[in-house]
């Protein structure tokens, strides 16, 4: 799912060519993906768009007359930009497509589950209803941002990716942040020292602000087309089995649902193997404890 710093790079891209362009035509691909009825879609049609921004890991283009559309990509969806007069393709992977003046915006969504949203809303207030309450890792002093990872009792990993606790962090940077700051993914917020908290705080901005400047540099002023969770530059996610950049060990995962965390067991986990749920139920005893038993 792209997070904080893929969607901020959208929204730059997104400023740059849609604010003071009028939406001349658009199309919805699947019936599946407006969530809304009033205001409709037809309400947007020779509105300008005034502003883009962010809502957490949503897109929020604001349009005249109050009206504004809010994109949820999810997982597997996407962003594209067309020249203008190019023919959009039409493929299974389109939800939909927006024409404006300079060019044309289109969404695609990988994979057989559509669970992309588009909401059309009226007034500013109506845009809270996207806002989970999470706070923006860039707009925090370290204080804050340890009073809100202590406020509930969960696990680190948990705690990162809560969007009712902090905006725009999901599995994929939450486990770059974790290998930075050298912490397990399953240590609970309750057991975490003020130090290790600094160390997650400054990994936090850091990780954020580093891969925003390399998505930035990636795209070279053109339309961001390389939005993925899995980078060969990220030190262990998507990276199981691989040696991790700061000590080589391998990789390793763990596996619940359509998710995985990936972690380095000796610069986090002081060289413990965090059990899987479905390979260490199936293997019981036989489950190595220690990487150096799983390296044996």
Same mark, same amino acid.
């Given at each position: 799912?792209?997070?904080?710093?893929?969607?901020? @790079?959208?929204?730059?891209?997104?400023?740059?060519?849609?604010?003071?362009?009028?939406? $001349?035509?658009?199309?919805?691909?699947?019936?599946?993906?407006?969530?809304? @009825?009033?205001?409709?879609?037809?309400?947007?049609?020779?509105?300008?768009? +005034?502003?883009?921004?962010?809502?957490?890991?949503?897109?929020?283009?604001?349009? /005249?007359?109050?009206?504004?559309? @809010?994109?949820?990509?999810?997982?597997?969806?996407?962003?594209?930009?067309?020249?203008?007069?190019?023919?959009?393709?039409?493929?299974?992977?389109?939800?939909?497509?927006?024409?404006?003046?300079?060019?044309?915006?289109?969404?695609?969504?990988?994979?057989?589950?559509?669970?992309?949203?588009?909401?059309?809303?009226?007034?500013?207030?109506?845009?809270?209803? *996207?806002?989970?309450?999470?706070?923006?890792? *860039?707009?925090?002093?370290?204080? $804050?941002?340890?009073?809100?990872?202590?406020?509930?009792?969960?696990?680190?990993?948990?705690?990162?990716? /809560?969007?009712?606790?902090?905006?725009?962090?999901?599995?994929?940077?939450? /486990?770059?942040?974790?290998? !930075?700051?050298?912490?397990?993914?399953?240590?609970?917020?309750?057991?975490?020292?003020?130090?290790?908290?600094?160390?997650?705080?400054?990994?936090? !901005?850091?990780?954020?602000?580093?891969?925003?400047?390399?998505?930035?540099?990636?795209?070279?002023?053109?339309?961001?087309?390389?939005?993925?969770?899995?980078?060969?530059?990220?030190?262990?996610?998507?990276?199981?089995?691989?040696? %991790?950049?700061? %000590?080589?060990?391998?990789? $390793?995962?763990? !596996?619940?649902? /359509?998710?995985?965390?990936?972690? %380095?067991? +000796? %610069?986090?986990?002081?060289?413990?193997?965090?059990?899987?749920?479905?390979?260490?139920?199936?293997?019981? $005893?036989?489950?190595?404890?220690?990487?150096?038993?799983?390296?044996?």
């Amino acid at each position: 799912m792209p997070e904080l710093p893929d969607i901020t @790079v959208y929204v730059e891209a997104l400023e740059a060519r849609l604010v003071g362009q009028p939406l $001349q035509e658009a199309s919805i691909g699947t019936p599946f993906l407006l969530r809304t @009825v009033e205001p409709g879609l037809a309400d947007l049609g020779g509105k300008t768009i +005034r502003s883009v921004h962010r809502i957490g890991k949503r897109i929020a283009f604001g349009f /005249d007359d109050d009206l504004h559309m @809010v994109l949820h990509l999810m997982i597997a969806g996407r962003l594209h930009w067309l020249k203008p007069n190019a023919r959009v393709p039409r493929t299974r992977n389109l939800l939909a497509a927006f024409r404006f003046p300079n060019g044309t915006l289109t969404l695609t969504e990988a994979g057989s589950k559509k669970r992309a949203s588009l909401h059309i809303t009226r007034g500013a207030e109506s845009l809270a209803q *996207f806002a989970r309450g999470g706070i923006e890792p *860039f707009e925090i002093s370290m204080e $804050q941002f340890s009073d809100r990872l202590r406020s509930e009792n969960h696990t680190i990993k948990r705690s990162l990716t /809560d969007p009712r606790l902090f905006s725009g962090i999901g599995n994929a940077y939450s /486990d770059e942040i974790l290998h !930075r700051a050298k912490l397990s993914p399953v240590k609970l917020t309750s057991r975490l020292s003020d130090e290790e908290i600094a160390r997650t705080y400054e990994a936090t !901005r850091s990780v954020l602000r580093e891969w925003v400047d390399r998505m930035r540099a990636d795209a070279g002023g053109n339309f961001p087309e390389k939005v993925t969770a899995f980078r060969e530059e990220m030190a262990v996610h998507g990276k199981y089995g691989k040696p %991790c950049p700061a %000590c080589g060990t391998a990789v $390793q995962r763990i !596996r619940y649902a /359509d998710n995985e965390t990936n972690y %380095c067991p +000796r %610069c986090q986990t002081e060289g413990r193997l965090l059990a899987d749920r479905a390979l260490s139920r199936l293997l019981k $005893q036989d489950w190595p404890r220690r990487i150096e038993e799983l390296e044996g």
